[in-house]
């Protein structure tokens, strides 16, 4: 069993919870709110992915 890369399962869990936001702000008509959500996402997906690409790691 291999050992599970807690900090990397907490970051994909940030981005997908920015994704259920802007969800959540579809619903509340506030542009605002998705584009900040949006903005977010991509900005934490952005960083993780380059975390990655600075360690090396390839899983």
């Not at 900090?7 to 579809?26: N, R």
């Not at 903005?39 to 380059?50: K, Q, S, T, V």
């Amino acid at each position: 069993m291999r050992n599970i890369n807690i900090p990397a399962l907490l970051l994909a869990l940030l981005v997908v919870s920015m994704f259920i936001g802007v969800g959540f702000a579809i619903a509340l008509r506030s542009i605002w709110l998705i584009l900040l959500f949006i903005a977010l996402g991509f900005g934490i997906m952005g960083a993780g992915i380059a975390k990655k690409r600075k360690s090396g790691s390839h899983a």
